[in-house]
């Protein structure tokens, strides 16, 4: 075994199928199902408008590229829509704000069109009157982000990874050097030469079994799901405030209109933040919030029935940035987690990032600002 790689969300999926596809011998653990941590409660998002310019609109950016080829080798059946986003603002000084943060963006390599509020319902038809702009971000996307992951892991089982599911690492064996030489679980050992954590918001965890730290938190967040309707939203459409919440470090709650349609139907509704541990408590407060902001933005929603409620945790590192890559700390341990709330979109470029440095090649990006040893020790 060349690599073990720890967690069976949609990072670690795509950690484990981009080193299969370069070569090297990979087995995949997770404690759980495939998907069944926060990928299997995400929604999907593959976004490049909520980024400012840095390392991270950097790593959407490249995930862009890499989401479109996978969705041509995976076929249909992760419902990846190339639909583009529509972030629209209240007000004037709202639509100025966010005309510079979209230059900012145009300069990297972002495509972003400035929407006056009188042209915002030819994109959106149902969308509230009165709206003082947008912009139309046509390189966002959706996939259904747990038939992702699973489908990343079977193309990687069909190149010889091995899939152990329902098994806890219990253990990262070091050797006298303190370099890494594989994990234990509650049944077995794997030995190998390196280590990807790829735990998301337990990764912190995975972390101390190896010997080092990193601070991950959970941000728990509400996703409503309406019974099926047209195709009564087009786009990722959000307000403005949501770029804020995105880069808010606050733990207390956070609430801000993020709707969308799915293939099948239902309308998928967010999105909330809070800091409140691993605390699943259903929250009336936060789906009462989500509901009546949906409804503000597409009135047409008001009337409409939702079916269920689900809650995930988003892996939270202080930064807002996600850890990826070799850990200068333990030799042969690297780090793919603390994505917040965009390890789906950021996976394949997480997962193509770990390979390269797996491989000895010379990363597409620089992983500098990602380093997992950024943090101090506690």
């Known amino acids: 075994m060349d690599v073990v790689v720890v967690g069976a969300g949609v990072v670690g999926a795509a950690c484990a199928y981009y080193a299969a596809r370069a070569g090297l011998a990979v087995a995949v653990v ?9 990928t299997g409660a995400g929604e999907g998002n593959l976004l490049v408008s909520d980024k400012e310019p840095g390392p991270e609109l950097d790593l959407a950016l490249l995930s862009t590229r890499l989401w479109r080829d996978l969705a ?55 969308l509230a009157e009165g709206l003082a702009g947008g912009f139309h971000y ?21 190149m010889g990874a091995e899939l152990i599911t329902g098994e806890s690492v219990t253990a990262v064996d070091r050797g006298p050097d303190g370099a890494v030489r594989g994990v234990r679980t509650d049944r077995r050992h794997l030995a190998a030469p390196a ?4 735990a998301g918001t337990w990764g912190g965890e995975v972390a101390a079994l ?57 309308v998928l509704i967010g999105a909330s933040r809070e800091r409140v541990g691993f ?5 009336q407060e936060v789906l009462s919030r989500l509901a009546a902001q949906a409804a503000a933005l597409f009135p047409v929603l008001a009337d409409v029935t939702v079916l269920r409620a689900y809650r995930g945790f988003r892996p939270y590192l202080p930064d807002h940035l996600p850890a990826i890559g ?53």
Do not use: M, W
């Open 30 to 38: 997770d404690r759980g199902p495939v998907a069944g941590g926060t």
């Open 326 to 378: 070799a850990d200068p700390r333990v030799p042969g341990l690297y780090h793919a987690c603390g994505h917040e709330g965009a390890g789906i979109g950021l996976a394949p470029a997480t997962g193509l990032l770990i390979s390269e440095q797996l491989t000895g090649k010379q990363p597409e990006l620089d992983l500098a600002p990602f380093r997992a040893d950024r943090f101090p020790a506690e």
């Open 210 to 266: 190896a010997g080092v730290h990193l601070p991950v938190l959970p941000r728990r967040g509400f996703v409503l799901v309406t019974e099926p309707l047209p195709r009564v939203v087009r786009h990722k459409v959000y307000a403005a405030d949501y770029v804020a919440n995105v880069a808010s470090g606050s733990a207390g709650l956070e609430t801000s209109a993020v709707i969308e349609g799915t293939p099948g139907g239902p």
């Open 195 to 198: 280590v990807v954590n790829a």
């Open 72 to 126: 041509e080798r995976l076929g249909p059946a992760i419902e990846y829509e190339p639909k583009g986003g529509v972030v629209v603002a209240s007000t004037a000084a709202g639509q100025d704000a966010l005309r510079a943060f979209a230059e900012g963006q145009r300069a990297v390599g972002v495509e972003a069109e400035e929407v006056p509020g009188e042209r915002l319902r030819e994109l959106e038809p149902h």
């Open 279 to 283: 605390d699943r408590t259903l929250s």
């Open 138 to 158: 046509p390189q966002d996307a959706q996939v259904q982000p747990a038939l992702a992951a699973a489908h990343l892991l079977r193309e990687a089982r069909r």
